[in-house]
């Protein structure tokens, strides 16, 4: 029998600026959860990344289900209401809209979701990233899925040599979702063209191409195309199948090794190495830097095993002291060139006022 896996995250409030929710408030959300939970979800598992709370549910009811999303919405909205009495900071920022309507895609919150049939023993990794967007993930994808160097089962693994196929969505046509499929290796320099865009493209889904069944649900949420006008970055979470025909646990977190650098950090407006730490990290330098946990699970007839936290082990508190190092060198240039965003990735508008006002000031040169 069909199970689906669903994670829906948003930012409800948290203490000390945008840097972690309180205990009180993550209870709030898990208590609302398990009163109202009765036989529509078969379990359940809250945690925190910086300044979100996500809700991970199993399920038989599908994707994209309103009963599910509206269970997530409400604990949300009790949250929030917590938030406020305790005077936590931006207290229900992420629910954009007043009252919800049947998806909660397009009202704030981040969904991935993934249907699938349960194989024997079904390991699978959960990923939530704070102070960044969704273009976090294309790298990481790109390297597991496609690239050998990172994911030694593309040439040892029969089960793999066959590659896998990407749905990339563009994030920009806000009119109605626009997506296209390629097959890796085949179409791999069409999939780097597009994937090098993080702040347009992005990976909504892959497939291995052996047996036809899901791999990875990525969220793919813009607030940015929902607000109108940038109200904060998009913080993307995902579900990862591993093992067997997909690649290892330890082949889809070796690319998070790198640190690469990713859109968002202080004022969603600079660029910084995103750092994998513990779940229930907050964030700190600079509003960050942008950070990312992965919590393995198994999952058996929609019960989860307890969590593993993968950057828990030792081997990352090395990677992290380089991520820092990274993030310092590049804070030193400040708001120069490549250390803050583009103009139209900008969250805050308040630039936009002083262009307007600088540009009356201009005059030709005799
Ligand atoms: C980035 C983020 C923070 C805030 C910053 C200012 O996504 O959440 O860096 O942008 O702390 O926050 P406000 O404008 O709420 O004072
Ligand atoms: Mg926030
Ligand atoms: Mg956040």
Redesign the pocket.
């Known amino acids: 029998m069909k199970i689906t896996l669903s994670v829906i995250k948003a930012d409800i409030g948290s203490i000390g600026?945008?840097l972690r929710p309180s205990k009180t408030l993550m209870k709030t959300v898990e208590e609302h959860i398990e009163r109202e939970k009765g036989s529509l979800i078969i379990d359940y598992r809250i945690s925190s990344t910086g300044d979100d709370i996500a809700i991970l549910f199993s399920h038989r009811e599908g994707t994209g289900n309103s009963a599910i999303h509206e269970l997530a919405w409400n604990a949300f909205v009790a949250g929030t209401a917590k938030a406020k009495d305790e005077g936590l900071y931006?207290a229900g920022q992420d629910l954009l809209k007043d009252s919800f309507s049947g998806n909660i895609k397009g009202l704030g919150p981040a969904v991935a979701e993934m249907e699938f049939e349960e194989r024997e023993n079904e390991p699978f990794i959960f990923f939530a990233a704070d102070?960044t967007d969704p273009g976090a993930y294309n790298l990481p994808l790109y390297l597991s899925f496609a690239d050998p160097m990172h994911c030694s089962g593309l040439i040892l693994s029969p089960k793999m040599s066959k590659g896998f196929k990407y749905v990339i969505l563009d994030v920009e046509h806000t009119e109605k979702d626009r997506s296209i499929e390629l097959n890796a290796p085949e179409d791999l320099y069409d999939i780097a063209a597009l994937l090098r865009d993080n702040e347009r493209f992005v990976v909504s889904k892959i497939y291995s191409r052996e047996t036809g069944e899901q791999a990875v649900a990525a969220s793919t949420t813009r607030l940015h195309n929902i607000a109108g006008k940038y109200i904060?970055?998009d913080d993307p979470v995902m579900l990862i199948r591993v093992q067997g025909s997909f690649p290892a646990a330890g082949e889809i977190l070796s690319p998070y090794s790198i640190g690469h650098y990713v859109a968002?950090f202080?004022?969603?407006s600079h660029t910084g190495p995103l750092m994998p730490v513990q779940a229930g990290c907050g964030t700190s330098f600079f509003?960050g830097p942008p950070i990312v946990t992965a919590t393995a699970f198994c999952v058996k007839n929609g019960k989860f095993t307890e969590p593993v936290d993968c950057f828990e082990h030792p081997y990352w508190d090395y990677v992290r002291k380089k991520v820092a190092r990274k993030a310092t060198e590049l804070r030193r240039q400040g708001f120069s060139g490549a250390a803050m965003l583009p103009y139209s990735e900008l969250?805050y508008g308040g630039i936009v006022e002083k262009m307007k006002q600088l540009e009356r000031r201009f005059k030709s040169e005799k």
């Open positions: 600026g945008h931006g102070k904060g970055k968002g202080m004022r969603g509003d969250e």
